[in-house]
C-alpha cells in the first residue's frame, strides 16, 4: 500500500480529525492476474477473528433459533407472528444502534480517536424533523425502516413457507447455505451501488434520498435514516430469494446485514480501538467520503463498481484532485 506523502497528510489534517492509511483498498478478487493469497486473507479478514459480519451472523443464527416464528405460522399472513417479528427487530436496531451510538457518543468512551468528522450532530437545526439530527435519524429508522424490514421479512418467510420461493433443503444442503451466506458481501454491494446510482441521478435524489444526506457527518442511528421510498428500494435486495434458494435463517441475516450493517458502517468511527489496537473495523472511510462529497463511492469495496464506473475516491490528494476537476466539468 503507498503511504502518503507530507503535503497528503497536511491536507487531510485539515479536512478530516481522523484519516486512515490511503488509497482505500478494494477487494482483490478482479485483479489480474489473479492474487490468490490476497484474495483468501481478504475473504478471512472481512470475517475472522471477529467482525461486524460475524456479529450479524451471530445475531441472525440467535434469531432463527429462539425468535423466529415456524414456517407452519408463517403460511399465513398473521398480525400475531408479524408484530413478534417487529418487536424483535426493535430491539435489534436499538441495541446495535443505540448501543454504538451510547459507547460512541454519549459514554464517549474513544473521545474523538479514530473519528473521521469530529464536528458536533446538529442539534438546532430546520434541517432535521424535530430540529435534532439525532432524533431525525431515529425516527427514520425505527419508525420506517424497522417497519419495512419486517414487512420484507414477512413477506419472504410466507412466500417460502407457501412455495411461492425456493427452499435449501436442509440439513442437506447446508453447504450451499454456508457458500450464500460468504457470498451475499458481493450481492450487497452490487445491490447497493445500482439502487444508489438510481436515486443520485433522477429526480428520486431531491424526493426521497436527500432525507439521507442531511447527514454529512454521520452516526450509527444515521445508516437507516431514509425516505420510506428508499427503504422499499434499499431493501428490496432481500426478493432475490424469489429466484436464490434460501432457508429463514438465510432470509434472517440477509435483511439483518442490510440493516444492522447499516448501522455499523455509519459509527462515524474507524472502529472500537482497545489499548490503541482497532479490534473491531465499523465505519468505513470509503462511505464516509460519500457523504462528504455525494457523487463519489456510491458502492461498497466487496465490488469495484465504483472504479468501473469512474466514481471512485481512494481518499489521496490525488484521488480527490481528479474527483474536484471531474465535478468542475459537470456543473
Known amino acids: 500500500m503507498t503511504k502518503k506523502t507530507a503535503s497528503e497528510s497536511d491536507t487531510a489534517r485539515k479536512t478530516w480529525n ?68 417487529l418487536i424483535r427487530n426493535l430491539l435489534l436496531m436499538g441495541l446495535v ?47 420506517s425502516g424497522v417497519s419495512i424490514w419486517t414487512a420484507y421479512e414477512a413477506l419472504m418467510l410466507w412466500a417460502l413457507a407457501n412455495g411461492y420461493a425456493p427452499a435449501l433443503s436442509m440439513p442437506e444442503q447446508w453447504l450451499w447455505l454456508v457458500l450464500l451466506i460468504f457470498l ?51 431493501l428490496s435486495t432481500v426478493l432475490i430469494h424469489f429466484v436464490i434458494p434460501s432457508t429463514p435463517l438465510l432470509i434472517a441475516f440477509h435483511l439483518m446485514y442490510f440493516t444492522l450493517s447499516a448501522a455499523t458502517t455509519h459509527t462515524g468511527y474507524q472502529g472500537i480501538v482497545i489499548g490503541g489496537k482497532l479490534v473491531l473495523p465499523l465505519g468505513t472511510f470509503h462511505h464516509q467520503l460519500h457523504h462528504r462529497y455525494f457523487t463519489c463511492n456510491y458502492g461498497g469495496l466487496e465490488m469495484p463498481w465504483d472504479q468501473w464506473t469512474g466514481s471512485f475516491h481512494d481518499g489521496t490528494a490525488e484521488s480527490h484532485q481528479a474527483f474536484m476537476n471531474k465535478r468542475k466539468q459537470n456543473v
Open 184 to 234: 451475499l458481501p458481493m450481492w450487497e454491494t452490487t445491490h447497493f451501488f445500482l439502487i444508489h446510482r438510481l436515486i443520485h441521478t433522477s429526480k428520486l435524489y431531491q424526493r426521497v434520498h436527500a432525507l439521507h444526506h442531511r447527514n454529512t457527518n454521520v452516526g450509527p442511528w444515521s445508516g437507516l435514516s431514509m425516505h420510506p421510498v428508499e427503504h422499499l428500494i434499499y
Open 18 to 85: 481522523f484519516t486512515p492509511p490511503v488509497p482505500v483498498a478494494v477487494s482483490p478478487y478482479f485483479r489480474w492476474p489473479p492474487d490468490i493469497r490476497s484474495i483468501v486473507r481478504w475473504m478471512i479478514s472481512g470475517w475472522f477473528p471477529v467482525s461486524e459480519r460475524s456479529i450479524i451472523l451471530l445475531f441472525a443464527i440467535a434469531a432463527s433459533v429462539i425468535f423466529e416464528p415456524q414456517l407452519s405460522q408463517t403460511q399465513t399472513l398473521a398480525p400475531g407472528w408479524i408484530a413478534h417479528l
Open 97 to 143: 444502534a443505540g448501543g454504538l451510538h451510547w459507547y460512541f457518543y454519549i459514554a464517549r468512551k474513544q473521545g474523538d480517536e479514530r473519528r473521521y468528522d469530529a464536528r458536533p450532530f446538529a442539534s438546532n437545526s430546520r434541517q432535521f424533523t424535530f430540529k435534532s439530527q439525532v432524533h431525525d435519524n431515529m425516527f427514520w429508522t425505527l419508525v
